[in-house]
Every structure is written in structure tokens, then in C-alpha cells.
């Protein structure tokens, strides 16, 4: 395949920087950590590397040095849309390459073959209590399909090499980037279409398939599209993608690395927010607007009522971005043009007139702006998709190609295991009365 053959010669071209900074430039400094950070959770020493994405706090992302406008005008687009193809975005992030119509139809056409789930898959699924969280349901169907790892057969037979491995973890990537819509789609109609299932449609891109998976129409196709490429990357050290990066440095396969990633994201903090700012927007709704119209009076003391009773305001803050993150004003401009009159729109929009004030008063966020999770959910909410407990398998089936691509380049590049050092409470003390280590 073109796009495999591309990469080989991407990675052992890249490979020399790799080696030549370890080696001539091993111990320049490039940060320092204070007893701050090592307490609070690591905040921005710079530990991590990776090309895919880059995290600016006031630009925010950029998918292989492109801002998101940029990413999406420069890809091929699906057919009648204004939309990329996710195949099209998923060739763009493992190579830094364009792709050409063509480049994008090969990918489409091996995502196809790849993309039949093994039914063993859907019968471990189908065994868990219907009231499972779907994330969890999601996790473990990438477990179940372990199985199937090449990488693990690779290990298995005694064949693994530094420099060819990450051959058989794009092929896990690919198997596993192909397959996540198809599950998605399967647990969403398991749990809130009675397990009506719907065959997958051959002719279709990954987006306008996982729509028509899911019951829903054209007007949805775009959704999907621009949904997973919004969500696919935000660089290294968020937690599903330093997660999946962590426990793949243990060589331990693609499967197993991408199901613990996605188990960090099931975290309220992290990718759960969406479905945590749905279900404050509809109970503010309830609440306050049964016999008014949401004003910005209420939404002040609905967000303070919320932050008095010690909890966050989700979908706003951020720990890297101090900025309107640009995926929110992604999905924004989305909503103004095809749902400018949704009512939850409107709410949503009020609360980003409130919120970042109220935040600010507040005085404990370093960022009181909105973050993706704040729009998302209302878009999906729009077109019909209203069980908002499944807005972080949405989440997930988007953050596996950023996952899945990252850890394909550390194995072409050879990261080590990860294993950061800790230190002791007393030895901290120590050091804060001497001033430093
Ligand atoms: N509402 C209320 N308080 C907030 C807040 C919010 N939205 N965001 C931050 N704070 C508080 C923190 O809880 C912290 O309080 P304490 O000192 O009492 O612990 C303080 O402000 C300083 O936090 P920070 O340095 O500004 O932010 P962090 O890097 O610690 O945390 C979070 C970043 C995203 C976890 C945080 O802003 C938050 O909890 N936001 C709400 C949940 C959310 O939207 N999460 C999704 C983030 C994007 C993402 O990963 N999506 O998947």
C-alpha cells in the first residue's frame, strides 16, 4: 500500500534526528521542575515529543503545523461536502503530507477491508449489562480484539525488531481506526435502538458510514466527519493520548494501549465533559426555563449555584490553552450556520457570554474559556443523537486516529519505555527549605 510505503521512507529519513539529538545533545536542558509541578499533576514540563500535533496557549492546535481552518480547506474533500474525509485527515497525519484524490480513495478502500469487526467482538459487548456506560463497553471491545494483534503475533514468534515493529502497529492503527466507528455504532444501537442493527454501507467514507450506522441522514454525514477530525489529536500529554503512548512504550500492542487510553477519557475532567456539559445545560433548562426564557441573570447564578456547590463549570478551562479553544469556535461556526435558531444553541451561546466572566470572578482557573466539550454536545443533541452519555465514545472513535498515529511514529522512532522518577514528600521538604535539590 502507498501510504505504508510512505511512511517507511518518512520514518527512516526522520529516524537520524532522532538519534543525533540523543546522542550530540543527550544532556542539554531543555526544562526544569519545581515541587509545583511535581505535585500538580506534571503541568507543562516538557517531557513529551511528537510531530503530529502542537498545542499553542493562546493559538491553540495545529494538526501537523495547520491551524484547523487550514486543515480542513488544504484536504480532499467528500464528495458534495465542504468536509474532508476522515481518511483523507488520517493519511495527513501520519505522513505531514497532502493527499491526493486518489491517496484518499486508497485508504478509503482499506479501511473497508479492514473494517469487519470480528463477531466475538459484538458477543462480549452484548454480555455486559445493557446500563454499562458505553465507554466502558467501548474499551472493552478493543480489548476483546487483542486477539487479533499483529504486533503481539510479531512479539509472540520472537520476531520483534527496533526497526521494523512499527510495521505491524500501523497495521493494528489501521485495523483499529477502521473498526472503532463500526463499534461505536453497534453499542449505540445495542443500548438506544433496541439492537436494531444496520449493515455497514460499502460505498461510504468513514463519516457518512458511521452516520448511516447510526440511523442517521446526509445532513449528519458532516457531523461525523468534522466531529473525528476536531477530536482526533491535541499533542501528547492530555491524558488518553499520554495514556495510550505510556502503555504502549511497554510494548504493549496497540489494543491494549488504545483501550487504556480511552479509559482516561472517560474521566469527567477529560472527555466526559461533553456529556457533563449536556446534562447541565438540559437540568439548567428544567431548572430555570419552564416558563421563561434563559436570561443572562440566570445563567450567573446557575453557574455560581454550581461553583458554590465545589464543583467545575464543564466545558470550560483548559491546562495548556488560555484562549477560546479553536475547536469550540470550530463547532461553533458550524452552528451558526446550520442551527443558528436551536434553543440549545442559543443557551450555549449566552452561557459563552457568562461563563467566562463568571470564571474570572471566580479567580481560581488559570483559562475561564470554553474548551471542544462546551459545543459539542449540542450539535449532536440538534441532529437527534440526544443520549448524551455516549458523546465520549464519539470522543474516542475521533481520538483514535491521533492515538493510533502517535504511537506508529514511536515505534518507528523507537521511544523507550516510559518510566519518569519519583521522589518522597520529606525529600520535597527537604529540598524547599534548602531552596532546591
Ligand atoms: N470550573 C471551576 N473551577 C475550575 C474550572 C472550571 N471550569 N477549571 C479550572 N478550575 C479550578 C481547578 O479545579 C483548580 O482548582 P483548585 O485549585 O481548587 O484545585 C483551579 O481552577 C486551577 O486550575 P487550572 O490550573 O486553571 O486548570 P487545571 O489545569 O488544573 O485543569 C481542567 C484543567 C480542564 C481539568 C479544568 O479546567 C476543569 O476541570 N475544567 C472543567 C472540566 C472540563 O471541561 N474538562 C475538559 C477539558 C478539555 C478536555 O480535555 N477535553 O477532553
Known sequence: MALKETLRQKIEAFRPRTTKLVKEYGKVKIDEVTIEQCIGGARDIRSL??????????????????????????????????YPTVEAFWYFLLT???PTQADMEEVLTEWKRRQNVPSYVFDTIRTLPRDSHPMAMLSIGITAMQRDSKFASLYNAGKFSKLTAWETVYEDACDIVARIPVIAAFIYNLKYREDRQIAIDPNLDMGANFAHMIGQGKAYQDVARMYFILHSDHESGNVSAHTTHLVHS??????????????????????????????????????YCKDQEPTKELITKALWDTLNSGQVIPGYGHAVLRKTDPRYTSQREFCQKHLPNDPLFKLVSMIFEVAPGVL???????????????????????????EWDFYTVLFGVGRALGCMANITWDRGLGYAIERPKSVTTAMLEEWAVKGGR
Open 360 to 386: 474570572t470572578e471566580h479567580g481560581k482557573t488559570k483559562n475561564p474559556w470554553p474548551n471542544v466539550d462546551a459545543q459539542s454536545g449540542v450539535i449532536q443533541w440538534h441532529y437527534g443523537v440526544k
Open 250 to 287: 511497554a510494548l504493549s500492542d496497540p489494543y491494549y494501549a488504545y483501550a487504556a487510553g480511552l479509559n482516561g477519557l472517560a474521566g469527567p475532567l477529560h472527555g466526559r465533559a461533553n456529556q457533563e456539559v449536556l446534562d447541565w445545560t438540559i437540568k439548567f433548562q428544567e431548572k
Open 96 to 98: 505531514g503530507d497532502i
Open 49 to 82: 515529543v511528537t510531530d503530529i500535533s502542537y498545542l499553542d496557549p493562546q493559538e491553540g492546535i495545529r494538526f501537523r503545523g495547520k491551524t484547523i481552518p487550514e486543515t480542513f480547506a488544504c484536504l480532499p474533500k467528500a464528495a458534495g461536502s465542504d
